[in-house]
Each structure stands twice: as structure tokens, then as C-alpha cells.
């Protein structure tokens, strides 16, 4: 039971990594949506329209797993120019030591790195089993074996040469 719990488990880290960048994203995007307002002075307005619909709809589409990769592309390019525009200027992690302990107040880097290194790992994963692209591409390259056997299945395997049969492992005579 050790070694099971043990293996590789990517479709189930895609799961995990696409739900949880789907609950940020979904709830940032739809947050900064509602705020209407500007809610950044490093963006003009229309841009933020841009940004918060994008966080919204990519992580829509990482919650149903449809589009995976270009979704967390998506929000990789929204946490780079969060770094490039607003906390590149700052240490990776900036704690204040007072009297009372440290401060986290103020906002390094942190948060978009992590961010981009979950939505890279989903670009390399795929959307996993449990995701719509599977159910698609499924269906995508069933209808492809299907329209090769409806043809005959000459895709799939060589033709036959005039009184010379052609086994199924062996390749044809020259």
C-alpha cells in the first residue's frame, strides 16, 4: 500500500493545482470585476477591465479543465507583468522586524512567483483525466479511429501486395 501511495500521481497534482488556482482566480477576478473602480494606479482602466475579466475566465477554465494550458498561460502572463509593473521593485519577501515582531504588511514578490510556478506545472501536466480536454480529445481521436476504420482502416495498417500477404508485425517486402 506504501508503494501506491508512493508513485507519481500527475493526474490527480493537475486536479489539485487547477481547483486551487480556479478558487483564486475566479474569486480575484470576479472581486476586481465588481470593484469597477481603479483598483491599481500602475494600470489604466481599460486594462484592468482586461485583467480582471482574464483572472475571471481562466479560472473558469481551469475549474471545468477546459483549455488548461492556455488558461494558466494566461494567468502566467497576468502574474508576470504583476512583477514586471507592481512588486518587481520590491524584495521577494519584505518583513518589517518592529518591537512587536515582524510585519507582513508590505507585499513582496512571493505570492506571484508561486502563482506562476503552479500555472508552469499546468502547462507541463495538461488538465489530467478528470478535465474536459480529456473528455475532448477523447472524442477527438475516437472519431479519428472511427473515420479510419470507415475508410477501410487503410491508415492503420499497410496495404497488401499483389500475392504477397502482409502480416500484421512484419513490414512489407520492398
Known sequence: ??????????????LVLRLTLALIFVT?????????????QHLSLPMQAVVAWTEFLCGLALLAGLLTRLAAFGILVIMVGAIVLVTGGSD???VAFTPRGFDFRAVGHEYNLVISAMCLTLIL???GVA??????WLRYFQGKKSAAAGAGGNAARPAKQEGVPVSAGAAPPA
Open 28 to 40: 480575484n477576478g470576479y472581486a476586481k470585476m465588481m470593484l469597477g473602480d481603479s483598483w491599481t
Open 92 to 94: 521577494l519577501t519584505t
Open 125 to 127: 501536466l495538461g488538465g
Open 1 to 14: 500500500m506504501l508503494a501506491k501511495v508512493l508513485m507519481p500521481h500527475p493526474d490527480l497534482a493537475s
Open 131 to 136: 478535465s474536459l480536454d480529456r473528455l475532448l
